[in-house]
């Protein structure tokens, strides 16, 4: 599975950072940055409950 980010839809509200930090991060101007596109198993379910809390549906998994 792969996670798809809308850069100029996200705000850096950072909440998908809390759902899953081990595959992004917010870098220094609050920025999401993606540590890894790609995901399976585990992660994948991270990376899916992190587009859930996305207020601004920045994020998807496909």
Known sequence: MRIVLDRPRCEGHGLCE?????????????????????????????????????PVAALRVA
Do not use: I, K, T, Y
């Open 18 to 54: 809390e759902a899953a930090p081990q595959l992004m991060h917010l870098d220094d101007e609050g920025e999401l940055v993606l540590d890894r596109e790609e995901v399976d198993g585990p992660d994948a379910a991270l990376a899916q409950a992190s587009a859930r809390v996305c």
